[in-house]
């Protein structure tokens, strides 16, 4: 693969954040696929959905969990605070419109100021961690300590 630029390694790049490129040989939209295709385990991939709030204002939030992991709504919303509503998924379209990344390509960097990041505590006992580059044809594996100071996410328990 020559070099891939996105948002997300343009960042890295940026921020001086040593990570390693993870080629695929084709786009990846699950966690088990990219797993694969990236020769890693799910236990250190983090996993990017991105919530909508119900009714009202359409607020989002991204809430990050360890591949082999689930996130528990009800935790997201208490970890957000009593003005939340009831969250579900975002479709494909929101996906794109507010982020920027196609649906199984989202990472937890880049995104709109107003959007808060949410990490599972799991997240901050990895040494390295693998996300998505912002294209399905890549992800990278940085240490999970910059992944966390760069996206400026807060911990919580928000796995199932």
């Known amino acids: ?9 343009e960042l890295l790049e940026k921020a001086g954040v040593a990570y ?18 990236r020769g890693v385990v799910k236990e250190e991939m983090v996993k990017s959905i991105l919530l909508r709030e119900k009714g009202g ?9 360890l591949g082999h992991m689930r996130v528990d709504y009800k935790a997201v919303r208490r970890a957000l605070g009593d003005d939340w ?24 960097l880049c995104l709109p100021a107003d ?6 505590e799991a997240i901050a006992r990895c040494e390295k961690v693998n996300i998505s580059s912002g294209d399905p044809m890549a992800g990278v594996e940085l240490k999970g300590e910059d992944l966390i100071r760069l996206s400026g996410a807060r911990l919580a328990a928000i796995a199932e």
Do not use: K
């Not at 204002?57 to 990050?64: G, K, L």
């Open 20 to 37: 390693r490129l993870l080629p695929h040989t084709e786009p990846v939209y699950t966690v088990e696929a990219a797993a694969a295709q």
């Open 115 to 120: 959007i808060p990041v949410l990490f599972d």
């Open 57 to 65: 204002q359409r607020r989002y939030v991204m809430a990050c969990t």
């Open 1 to 9: 693969m020559d070099r891939l630029q996105t948002p997300v390694i």
């Open 85 to 108: 509503r009831r969250l579900t998924f975002a479709s494909a379209e929101e996906i794109a419109r507010v982020t920027g990344f196609v649906q199984g390509a989202v990472a937890p």
